[in-house]
């Protein structure tokens, strides 16, 4: 008996199968491209997405197919995914770091107090989530709007594309802005006053529920076993929770992927919630808090890939020490606009502190350096009872040890380093191998390998460094208002 986690990213899909004693026995990934047609727009054909998935069909050994019992998902969070009544695609999925509903997020906070839209949903409007998103399309593409059937989330239409069914999961869902994350409904006010037909939207679910069989079509085509059971899997922090093994006993994990979150397992709704930071459903029937900023590994990646032009990541990283504590080289990471803790969709990522004599290590430091502050800012944002003590750490970036010494520095606490880093592919592995039922941190095998521990010489230095940062955003943005 094998089962299979799926972690559908932002650049790439994810995959890992288990056997019957919950050991890794393989895992890979399939990557597809990104659409940017615009300033802040920033797309993805979901096609790719399900052919990302026959890809990795077509290259699984014939007696994990024959003996693959559930496949479950793990997905980034938010992107809009629109059918028509023949279950067509009607434009690409609008993602979650798209930043062209402004406007809409305005329009939702002049209808509701900061107070009622907290109430109402837990969270408060932000260009990332869905309801923005469809807004702007029933504004700016009526031809589009007045043909939707059905509307889904990114790792949803996966399940559709093996199923047939429309359904997501109440994690996913808490991002959207139209779910009553409290109660786990969708919210009938937020519907009723954007006038929005609750028919289009998918049923929800515990992560853990089944969904149905997978298609016969699909099954005959890559002699899958007919039985396999899909799982409806959950939002990409969710399920990296569960990977993580925080569950359970209010701990803390820190994702250094495309974009930095920093989640903490909450074991009940919180009484107080200011809408500061994210409170949404979990993967195994609770909650959890957590910030995001909107650009961390991507930060790193654009430098690399549009500034140096390489793929060399890793190389560039390699080069840079952090025994000079005169650097005075500083990296604002707002290439998206961010969201924690300023929630501003236009704020503008820049360097400060160019000099002549400033090298290509130094650049790079400013820049692993400026996501460590960035993420600094989403961490005082928590309140004292539930600040994390120490962190887990998963996500592409956890490959750099430097960068998580900086991070370890910064913060003034413990990062503990797991023995894998793609917690979201084994995340949803777990959902399908304990499908229906709670899982339990005992259900969890993946162990720490190693603890970095901040030093107390660093920790000043970053602390003094991280207190002149923190001033350069309002600044900028007296300067920005200048300029445009």
Not at 297 to 304: I, R
């Amino acid at each position: 008996m094998y089962v299979m986690g799926v972690d559908l990213g932002t650049s790439s899909l994810k995959y890992m199968i288990l056997n019957q004693d919950k050991l890794i026995i393989l895992k890979g990934s399939e990557e597809y491209p990104l659409l940017t047609p615009k300033p802040l727009f920033f797309e993805q054909n979901p096609i790719e997405w399900s052919n990302a998935l026959e890809r990795v069909f077509s290259k699984l050994d014939k007696n994990i197919k024959e003996n693959l019992s559930a496949i479950s998902f793990g997905g980034q969070m938010h992107g809009l995914v629109m059918l028509d009544k023949n279950k067509e695609i009607l434009y690409p999925a609008i993602l979650w770091n798209d930043q062209r509903n402004y406007d809409e997020v305005t329009k939702i906070s002049e209808e509701f107090s900061l107070k009622e839209i907290v109430e109402l949903t837990g969270n408060i409007p932000l260009t990332g989530f869905t309801l923005p998103k469809l807004l702007w399309v029933k504004k700016n593409m009526p031809d589009i709007y007045i043909k939707i059937n059905k509307i889904m989330l990114p790792k949803d239409y996966l399940v559709f594309y093996l199923t047939g069914e429309y359904s997501t999961d109440y994690s996913d869902a808490s991002g959207t802005l139209m779910l009553d994350v409290k109660n786990k409904c969708w919210q009938k006010k937020i519907l009723e006053k954007f006038d929005i037909d609750e028919n289009i939207l998918p049923t929800l679910h515990n992560s853990s529920d089944e969904i149905g069989f997978i298609k016969k079509s699909i099954a005959d085509k890559y002699n899958i076993n007919a039985n396999c059971k899909i799982i409806a899997g959950g939002g990409d922090q969710a399920v990296a929770a569960l990977g993580s093994g925080i569950i359970n006993n209010q701990e803390a994990i820190l994702s250094l992927g495309t974009s930095g979150v920093v989640f903490v397992d909450l074991k009940e709704f919180p009484k107080k919630n200011n809408g500061k930071l994210h409170v949404f459903c979990d993967a195994n029937y609770k909650y959890h808090c957590m910030g995001v900023m909107l650009s961390a590994a991507g930060s790193l990646k654009w430098l690399a890939n549009n500034v140096y032009e390489t793929n060399y990541i890793n190389a560039l990283v390699n080069e840079i020490e952090i025994t000079d504590e005169n650097h005075r080289l500083f990296f604002n990471p707002y290439l998206s606009g961010e969201r924690t803790p300023i929630n501003d969709p236009f704020a503008k990522g820049c360097f400060y502190g160019l000099e002549i004599g400033s090298k290509r290590k130094d650049i790079t430091r400013a820049v692993l350096e400026g996501v460590s502050f960035g993420i600094r800012d989403i961490f005082e944002e928590f309140p004292k009872a539930i600040k994390p003590k120490r962190l887990r750490v998963n996500g592409g970036g956890t490959k750099s040890r430097i960068w998580l010494e900086i991070i370890a520095n910064t913060l003034g606490i413990e990062l503990d380093i797991l023995e894998t880093s793609d917690t979201v592919a084994y995340g949803a592995a777990l959902l399908a191998f304990y499908r229906n039922k709670e899982i339990t941190n005992d259900d969890i095998s993946i162990k720490v390998v190693e603890t970095i521990k901040p030093t107390p010489n660093l920790t000043s230095y970053y602390e003094k460094k991280y207190n002149v940062y923190k001033n350069l955003y309002p600044s900028l943005k007296r300067i920005e208002r200048i300029l445009w």
